[in-house]
Nanobody, 126 residues
Framework: QVQLVESGGGLVQAGGSLRLSCAAS????????MAWFRQTPGKEREFVTA????????SYADSVKGRFTISRDNAKNTLYLQMNSLKPDDTAVYYC???????????????????WGQGTQVTVSS
């Protein structure tokens, strides 16, 4: 089993920045492909970004390209999401997710991830 705990959410003005963290425990973190998803009330969960197990490949949703950066520190068992130039449309609960995967791929389908955190709220005011 893997336990994932997100932190770093909060309230920020449009144009501002936040950095989310996701601490992993319970299994070797560097066997996991990781991703960030987000969800707002009444909407389906949305893929944001993913990174492969070693951090050599990433993928991003078009809506966040150039503004968000995913990274990981396998020595610290931690995943990060640096969010810059935030917009009100970025307001959501952000979830980190993991799956056992040591391939080069960066899956974007939420259904393929086995482990999820509890989420952290990000609110961007206009």
């Amino acid at each position: 089993q893997v336990q994932l705990v997100e932190s770093g959410g909060g309230l920020v003005q449009a144009g501002g920045s936040l950095r989310l963290s996701c601490a992993a425990s319970g299994r070797t973190f560097n066997n996991l492909a990781m991703a960030w998803f987000r969800q707002t009330p009444g909407k389906e969960r949305e893929f944001v970004t993913a990174i492969n197990w070693i951090g050599s490949r990433t993928s991003y949703a078009d809506s966040v390209k150039g503004r968000f950066t995913i990274s990981r520190d396998n020595a610290k068992n931690t995943l990060y999401l640096q969010m810059n130039s935030l917009k009100p449309d970025d307001t959501a609960v952000y979830y980190c997710a993991g799956r056992i995967d040591i391939s080069p791929t960066t899956p974007t389908q939420g259904s393929t991830y086995n482990y999820w955190g509890q989420g952290t709220q990000v609110t961007v005011s206009s």
